[in-house]
Structures are given as C-alpha cells and as structure tokens.
Nanobody
Framework: VQLQASGGGLVQPGGSLKLSCAAS????????IAWFRQAPGKEREGVSS????????AYANSVKGRFTISRDNAKNTFSLQMNTLEPEDTANYYC????????????????????WGQGTQVTVSS
C-alpha cells in the first residue's frame, strides 16, 4: 500500500491550495483517511479526517471553516481544500490512512494511522 501526496507550494496569505493524496495497492473505501502537518521544530498535528463507515469528519480548531476534506473512492484519492491560508499553516503536509474506525476524539491522533504518504510542503508567505 502506498500513498502519494501532491499539490503543495508557495502561496500568499489569504490564498488557496488543494492537496491530493492518491492511494495504490488498496481500496480507499475500506479506510479512515486523514491529513496531518508538521512544521519545523513542532510535533506532527492532525488537520482533518474522514472516518470510514459513517464518514464523520473531524477538523483541528485552527483550520475549521477554512479547510475542507473530501474523498473520491471511485478515483481512490482524497483531498484537502485549503482556503484563507495563513503563515501559521506553513508546514509539511502528510496524508495517512488506517483500517481502524477511530472514536471521534482519536480521529486526529497520528498513532491511529499506519500508512503514510511522503509529505508535500506548503509555504504561506508574502
């Protein structure tokens, strides 16, 4: 199973980016999916997730109302639309999946996920 993240780049504050994660070797419909990010010197933090089964979503407080996660099981991909980007959003973004169905409070915990993409850099700067 492999995940390939793409879509990162340099954007000005207030701008938008869309990250994508393509899965190979498995069917995404069987997994809970998530995006994480890690800035230099900081711990990896959960950004957003969609749980398998009931498709419940979770967002970090810092991105609520600005980021939207989505999945396309037919294309075996999932995405993170990021709007109104802020310099604090600068980080390496990682996609991840798990065959587990985490409880809501665990949906953004990195330890719940066991397959990770390679990361894509997002830099928000003027």
């Amino acid at each position: 199973v492999q995940l390939q993240a793409s879509g990162g780049g340099l954007v000005q504050p207030g701008g938008s980016l869309k990250l994508s994660c393509a899965a190979s070797g498995t069917t995404l419909g069987d997994y809970s999916i998530a995006w994480f990010r890690q800035a230099p010197g900081k711990e990896r933090e959960g950004v957003s997730s969609i749980r398998k089964g009931d498709r419940k979503t979770a967002y970090a407080n810092s991105v609520k109302g600005r980021f939207t996660i989505s999945r396309d099981n037919a294309k075996n991909t999932f995405s993170l639309q990021m709007n109104t980007l802020e310099p604090e959003d600068t980080a390496n973004y990682y996609c991840a999946i798990t065959s587990l169905n985490p409880i809501y409070s665990s949906m953004l915990q990195p330890t719940m996920y066991d397959v990770w993409g390679q990361g894509t850099q997002v830099t928000v700067s003027s």
